[in-house]
């Protein structure tokens, strides 16, 4: 007998409507086990202020000069975007497979996946079998499951694409507003900070999101 698994994958502050991995497992013996998403994107960020260096505390004058020149040499960090990339492919004890990355704003979502060795196209994956972003194959296709507010609008192109087309009866079936191309989505710009649960491949994926 399965045992259903309810697996959160939110980020900070989402309540409990956010969205959830469901899948079936095919043993009873597999344990119901959560995978919070932003619980790991925070230890990133935590990180990043750790590899600032240790906290250094000195006395200096009160005046404002003084106080200005302090403040000074606490280096700031660039703004950056926290990525969970999640594999439409469950790992072997039924946990979701979730990679983190971190990059600036202000690039195409395709071009942050591959620099980071994110798996985008899939079968897809060989020379001439992908437009390699030019935007004319519709096959770097992600479902983005938080933090859509950070792409850029869809542009007429990605509409298209992203559309079926039933050549029985000529209708075009819209496929869900939550897939994006990743060749067409820009993140953010080069000062936006925020954070994304992205959906690899979702055509191929073995699990849904509960909305």
Avoid at 41 to 49: A, E, F, N, T
Avoid at 66 to 90: I, M
Wanted: proline share 6%; hydrophobic share 30%; glycine share 8%.
């Amino acid at each position: 007998m399965g045992t259903t698994m309810q697996l959160a994958v939110g980020l900070a502050g989402v309540a409990s409507s956010s969205p959830r991995l469901c899948t079936t497992a095919t043993t009873s013996s597999v344990r119901k086990q959560s995978c919070s998403c932003s619980v790991r994107l925070q230890q990133q960020q935590q990180q990043r202020r750790r590899r600032r260096g240790p906290l250094r505390v000195r006395a200096v004058e009160t005046d404002t000069a003084a106080g200005e020149a302090a403040a000074a040499d606490v280096p700031e960090e660039p703004p950056s975007v926290d990525f969970a990339f999640v594999a439409p492919r469950l790992l072997p004890d039924g946990t979701p497979d979730v990679h983190y990355r971190t990059a600036s704003g202000g690039q195409k979502l395709r071009d942050i996946m591959l620099d980071a060795y994110i798996d985008l196209y899939g079968p897809y994956d060989k020379v001439l079998l992908n437009c390699e972003g030019s935007g004319v194959c519709g096959t770097c296709i992600v479902e983005v499951v938080q933090g859509s507010e950070l792409l850029s609008p869809k542009t007429d192109e990605e509409k298209e694409l992203l559309k079926k087309k039933h050549t029985s009866d000529e209708i075009h079936v819209q496929k869900p507003k939550t897939w994006r191309l990743a060749c067409q989505a820009t993140v953010g710009n080069p000062d936006s900070t925020g954070q994304m649960v992205i959906q690899q491949l979702p055509e191929w994926k073995i699990h849904e999101w509960e909305k």
